[in-house]
Structures are given as C-alpha cells and as structure tokens.
C-alpha cells in the first residue's frame, strides 16, 4: 500500500486520482470513478467529490492508496 500526505484537511477523489498520477486527466477520473472502478475505503466509490480523510484508503487499478494528513502547517 502507498502512503500519500496529504497537507489540507481532505481532498476530493477526483483530484486524489490526478495528484497520485494514476489518471492523465480530471475528463478520466471523472469516466472511472462513474463506472465504479474506484474504491474507497473497500467500497466502490461514484462521487468524484468525496472527500478523502486521514486514514481513508483508495484503490484503482490494482494500487492501494492510503491518505496521511501532514499537520506540519
């Protein structure tokens, strides 16, 4: 599993999947979260804009994610 920090409270799916280059382009995020080939926390997952958290997991296309907060602000 991967570990990506984080430095904002959350930060939605659609731009998670950007941020960790798993997809080219917020159009693609947007086809592969509809199509339900996104979990999160284990469960598909169809909202572009869920909010990830501290400790939220996120897999897609075969990669585990899991999302730290860096509270060094």
Do not use: C, H, W
């Not at 999947?17 to 284990?42: H, M, P, T, W």
């Not at 469960?43 to 804009?49: D, F, L, V, Y």
Request: hydrophobic share 35%.
């Amino acid at each position: 599993m991967k570990e990506i920090r984080i430095n904002t409270e959350y930060i939605t799916l659609g731009k998670f999947l950007k941020y960790v280059n798993a997809v080219d382009s917020g159009a693609i995020a947007k086809i592969v979260i509809s199509e339900g080939e996104v979990f999160v926390n284990q469960e598909i997952e169809t909202r572009r804009g869920r909010k990830l958290r501290d400790n939220d997991t996120v897999s897609y296309d075969g990669v585990d994610y899991l999302i730290r907060i860096d509270n060094e602000n």
